[in-house]
């Protein structure tokens, strides 16, 4: 999938004195950056919005007339946003859900003081249960942006989330720890999300039977993640399918509609062996 955006006014003075491929890469880049920094805006301006957990409903919205969306037979779909983050950072994809049928869609806010990822999955399986009961769904479908999907994943593999959640989809999760910002190891649920630590090694263990399919989006402009494939999911147990996203970075990847559309294409896959798109380009 391709996304063509208009290229800036001072595109030619860049190819002049950055030529070949350097002046592709550099423009590549100062768009993502560009982009990540615009987001980042919003997203300070929406933050308030975000802060309090949204009103739950067991009944799909009115949809009668003119406002008539397509209803997908879909479970619901559970949205967990990263580390010192909220709600609000979905707003956008999840609109983007409910135009293409996803009526039943939930964002989950954990505390931003939250210092274990074990004791966030253990709070997002109470969260999941109560969904369940109230919507009558046997199963959730879960998306991840970075340490919400490390959340969701030990809740799906290790606490025997498998049970309720059908398909997890990851964006820019450090799956195999991150190495970035070493001054931030103070805090602990930091020094959680870095390579060799316990619950990495614990998550990187046999899961024998795990029934969620895991499917994760990266980014080649990734700065949050170090390495960059941390992001994607390689396990002998689990059914994986790892998609990479071309030129955007680590905020974008919740808000973009390129991103979204993949986001559906691996919800909307019937059985677990079905695949989601192989791969996004953002020129």
Same mark, same amino acid.
């Given at each position: 999938?391709?996304?063509?955006?208009?290229?800036?006014?001072?595109?030619?003075?860049?190819?002049?004195?950055?030529?070949?491929?350097?002046?592709?890469?550099?423009?590549? =880049?100062? !768009?993502?950056?560009?982009?990540?920094?615009?987001?980042?805006? %919003?997203?300070?301006?929406?933050?308030?919005?975000? +802060?309090?957990?949204? !009103?739950?409903?067991?009944?799909?919205?009115?949809?009668?007339?003119?406002?008539?969306?397509?209803?997908?037979?879909?479970?619901?779909?559970? =949205?967990?946003?990263?580390?010192?983050?909220?709600?609000?950072?979905?707003?956008?994809?999840?609109?983007?859900?409910?135009?293409?049928?996803?009526?039943?869609?939930?964002?989950?806010?954990?505390?931003?003081?939250?210092?274990?990822?074990?004791?966030?999955?253990?709070?997002?399986?109470?969260?999941?249960?109560?969904?369940?009961?109230?919507?009558?769904?046997?199963?959730?479908?879960?998306?991840?942006?970075?340490?919400? %999907?490390?959340?969701?994943?030990?809740?799906?593999?290790?606490?025997? %989330?498998? +049970?309720?959640?059908?398909?997890?989809?990851?964006?820019?999760?450090?799956?195999? %720890?991150?190495?970035?910002?070493?001054?931030?190891?103070?805090?602990?649920?930091?020094?959680?999300?870095?390579?060799?630590?316990?619950?990495?090694?614990?998550?990187? #263990?046999?899961?024998?039977?795990?029934?969620?399919?895991?499917?994760?989006?990266?980014?080649?402009?990734?700065?949050?993640?170090?390495?960059?494939?941390?992001?994607?999911?390689?396990?002998?147990?689990?059914?994986?399918?790892?998609?990479?996203?071309?030129?955007? #970075?680590? =905020?974008?990847?919740?808000?973009?509609?390129?991103?979204?559309?993949?986001? !559906?294409?691996?919800?909307?896959?019937?059985?677990?062996?079905?695949?989601?798109?192989?791969?996004?380009?953002?020129?």
């Amino acid at each position: 999938m391709k996304v063509t955006w208009v290229s800036p006014l001072f595109l030619p003075l860049c190819r002049r004195f950055w030529p070949g491929r350097l002046a592709g890469l550099s423009m590549t =880049l100062l !768009r993502a950056t560009a982009l990540e920094a615009a987001i980042l805006a %919003g997203h300070v301006l929406l933050y308030p919005t975000g +802060l309090i957990q949204e !009103r739950r409903s067991a009944a799909l919205p009115d949809t009668d007339g003119a406002s008539r969306l397509p209803v997908h037979p879909g479970p619901p779909v559970v =949205l967990l946003h990263g580390f010192i983050d909220n709600r609000s950072v979905f707003v956008l994809l999840r609109r983007a859900l409910a135009q293409h049928g996803r009526q039943r869609v939930e964002s989950l806010n954990y505390s931003p003081l939250t210092c274990d990822i074990r004791t966030a999955a253990e709070l997002l399986g109470r969260h999941i249960e109560e969904i369940c009961e109230r919507t009558g769904s046997a199963q959730v479908d879960i998306v991840g942006h970075s340490l919400g %999907g490390l959340i969701a994943r030990y809740y799906a593999q290790c606490l025997g %989330g498998d +049970l309720r959640v059908r398909t997890l989809v990851t964006l820019g999760t450090p799956h195999s %720890g991150t190495r970035v910002a070493p001054l931030a190891d103070a805090h602990p649920i930091v020094r959680q999300m870095r390579p060799g630590s316990a619950v990495i090694e614990e998550l990187a #263990g046999p899961a024998p039977g795990c029934r969620t399919r895991f499917v994760t989006f990266w980014s080649d402009l990734d700065s949050l993640m170090d390495p960059l494939e941390t992001a994607c999911l390689e396990h002998a147990d689990l059914d994986t399918q790892n998609v990479r996203v071309t030129g955007i #970075g680590h =905020l974008a990847l919740p808000v973009h509609p390129a991103v979204a559309a993949g986001i !559906r294409d691996a919800l909307d896959a019937p059985r677990p062996g079905d695949r989601a798109t192989g791969g996004l380009t953002v020129a």
